[in-house]
T-cell receptor, first 111, second 116 residues
Framework: DAKTTQPPSMDCAEGRAANLPCNHS???????VYWYRQIHSQGPQYIIH???NNETNEMASLIITEDRKSSTLILPHATLRDTAVYYC????????????FGTGTKLQVIP | EAGVAQSPRYKIIEKRQSVAFWCNPI?????LYWYQQILGQGPKLLIQ????????DSQLPKDRFSAERLKGVDSTLKIQPAKLEDSAVYLC??????????????FGQGTRLTVV
């Protein structure tokens, strides 16, 4: 599995875009980048994933650098409900899906 | 679609006692995971099943923890005997059989274990 590095915490003003970076310099060619978040006292929730191309869904956008060594999760208009710990994960080694979490980034959305 | 179900939600036991957690994954999901999440840390993978076979249990403390997934559906995780440091939230997750394709994992609400 790829080792990922994220800042431990970030603040974002409500209504502004939240840009959460992740470094995954050891990611291999067939490993996807996944983002999950965990709101207090709940199980982690899937947000988005990608391999090479940028991806967008109803929750967020994922920008992956061309060399695939880093990515950025973008929440376009952060709300107070987006306050959570966000995990960047490199997965799918060995021919099967593997989801291994690091320490994540605690995002605090400020009113 | 029903989510991943776990029970109980909370459990308090004394050290050296035994405890079991139950997980019912989303119907049709072949992959099932058990995680341990200690307060302030990210979830740590304990064991991963593909159908009823174990594909990764490298971080499972096998002297006290055991898990099974009979018939490739429900799963139980047992701790015997429990230690104080086992106090944590135990999360179950499931995902579709993926092979080399991508798939997301769905998590249950977890069981909060307190060992006193």
């Amino acid at each position: 599995d790829a080792k990922t590095t994220q800042p431990p915490s970030m603040d974002c003003a409500e209504g502004r875009a939240a840009n959460l970076p992740c470094n995954h310099s050891t990611i291999s060619g067939n490993e996807y980048v996944y983002w999950y978040r965990q709101i207090h006292s709940q199980g982690p929730q899937y947000i988005i994933h990608g391999l090479k191309n940028n991806e967008t869904n109803e929750m967020a956008s994922l920008i992956i650098t061309e060399d695939r060594k880093s990515s950025t999760l973008i929440l376009p208009h952060a709300t107070l409900r987006d306050t959570a710990v966000y995990y960047c994960i490199g997965g799918n080694s060995g021919g099967y899906q593997k989801v291994t979490f690091g320490t994540g980034t605690k995002l605090q959305v400020i009113p | 679609e029903a989510g991943v179900a776990q029970s109980p939600r909370y459990k308090i036991i004394e050290k050296r006692q035994s405890v079991a957690f139950w997980c019912n994954p989303i119907s049709g999901h072949a992959t099932l995971y058990w995680y341990q999440q200690i307060l302030g840390q990210g979830p740590k993978l304990l064991i991963q099943f593909q159908n009823n076979g174990v594909v990764d249990d490298s971080q499972l403390p096998k002297d006290r923890f055991s898990a099974e997934r009979l018939k490739g559906v429900d799963s139980t995780l047992k701790i015997q005997p429990a230690k104080l440091e086992d106090s944590a939230v135990y999360l179950c997750a499931s995902s579709l059989l993926s092979g080399l394709s991508s798939t997301e994992a769905f998590f249950g609400q977890g069981t909060r274990l307190t060992v006193v």
